[in-house]
């Protein structure tokens, strides 16, 4: 069995995960509270919130903080990161996860099916950064970490308003780590493969999908959301201390 890294850094800081309740997000909330984070995370589905919280708690590791919250609600998402921090302290790791990847045909999108998309890929991600900064310039610096996709460069198919979320993204990145880079606040973008969570399984990943993703990697293995996690612990630790700004492929080889 490998043995992967901790991270000392990593005890005790108060770290906020948007849409984590599953999927990837539920990764990233399992993996920094093994690490010794504070976590506090919201989603929309409040059943596998609830559960997943519980989980955390019966593994021995330090009790998450779930909030049920829309991130489309940009209000509500700045009230939660309020209340996280005054039950956990000052938040310095933000991991802007939430997403929605449902796949619709072009012609099928209206203008509000088009605002929807963008507001619940890319908009909350913005507004997020924007209400930790405070916090994390007080404690003297902090990570935002945004989730991109490697949708935005490949040949996927009726995502159109996910896609130009998620290439937004990475402008985002650009722009925030220069702007909050004086403030000891780093900014960067994680962007995964094709990952095998259950979601995708379920609606979108069957035997020819996954042929076209091993044919498509370098290296011929499925990829899975521990091995995103990890580069999210890294980039939330004071390992990466100097790094921002940046785009970070995990995919197998693929881009």
Known sequence: MTDFARYPSLVGRTAFVSGGATGLGAEFVTQLAAQGARVAFVDVDT???SALAASIVERG???PLFLPVDVTDVGALQRAIVEA???LGPITVLVNNAANDTRRPVDEIDVAGWDAGIAVNVRHQFFAAQAVR???KGAGGGSIINLGSISAHIDLVELPVYITA???IEGLTRTLAREF???GIRVNCVIPG???TPRQLENWVGDPERAKILA???VPELLYPADVARMVLWLAADDSRLCTGQKWVVDGGWM
């Open 61 to 63: 590791d330090p009790a």
């Open 85 to 87: 921090s005054d039950r």
């Open 47 to 49: 059943d596998a919130g």
């Open 166 to 168: 998620k290439a937004g």
């Open 134 to 136: 405070e916090q994390m």
């Open 216 to 218: 498509a990697q370098s």
């Open 194 to 196: 094709w990952v095998m």
């Open 181 to 183: 880079g004086p403030d």
